[in-house]
């Protein structure tokens, strides 16, 4: 799975003590996207920090868990419903549900506490990423999708994520104009467009 991630900050592997720097949103897990234009976007516009805006192009490892926030349980891979039967409170909640975050966090013990949205979205994603998922797809639902273009990808475990290489905003230009482009990782490294830049990126050619 190829991820991209726009940012302000230096670093050489995502480290969970950073959780909830960034621009806001949920304080447990990274966030992605899988378009390069987004990226950029969020980078170039959004991303707080005053260093020169990067985009670090990423792939998970190995085989993950990964939860798709906007369908319901009964309609996700065969892995990740098995998995969900382990969680203690799977007996209350309805697989073919299609608001299961809503449900869980609702289920869950700290649910009646009087505590804003976002602190019980964070409490949620922490109790997915300590029963073992690692991955929530759309996790923001329509509401990034329009600078993002496409879903937002947030990793709850960061041992999962590869740093393939970093990319300065200021050479992607040529490559986000125009709709988003579609990319594969290749093994080695070649030019990116007009860029002037070495990268392991290529254009999938669409017909």
């Known amino acids: 799975m190829?991820?991209?991630h726009g940012t302000r900050k230096s670093f050489s592997k995502f480290d969970p003590s950073f959780f909830g720097t960034g621009e806001g949103g949920v304080c447990v897990g990274f966030y992605f996207t899988e378009?390069?234009?987004?990226?950029y976007n969020h980078a170039s516009s959004y991303a707080p920090g005053t260093e020169s805006p990067l985009v670090y192009v990423c792939r998970m490892n190995g085989p993950f868990l990964m939860l798709d926030k906007e369908k319901p349980i009964s309609e996700q891979s065969?892995?990740?419903?098995?998995?969900w039967e382990t969680l203690p409170l799977a007996n209350y909640l309805a697989k073919s549900h299609r608001d299961w975050f809503g449900n869980l966090?609702?289920?869950l013990p700290f649910g009646n506490m009087q505590l804003p949205p976002m602190e019980l979205e964070t409490y949620t994603?922490?109790?997915l990423r300590r029963t073992g998922f690692d991955v929530i797809y759309d996790g923001d639902g329509p509401f990034t999708d329009a600078y993002q273009f496409g879903p937002s990808v947030i990793v709850l475990n960061e041992s999962k994520i590869e740093i393939v290489e970093v990319l300065p905003v200021e050479h992607l230009h040529d490559e986000t104009v125009g709709a988003?482009?579609?990319y594969e990782l290749a093994d080695f490294p070649a030019s990116l467009g007009t860029t002037g830049l070495q990268s392991h990126l290529r254009r999938v050619q669409t017909r």
């Open 78 to 83: 065969p892995e990740v419903q098995q998995h």
């Open 125 to 127: 994603y922490n109790f």
């Open 35 to 39: 378009s390069l234009k987004g990226a």
């Open 180 to 182: 988003p482009k579609e």
């Open 105 to 107: 966090f609702k289920t």
């Open 2 to 4: 190829l991820l991209f």
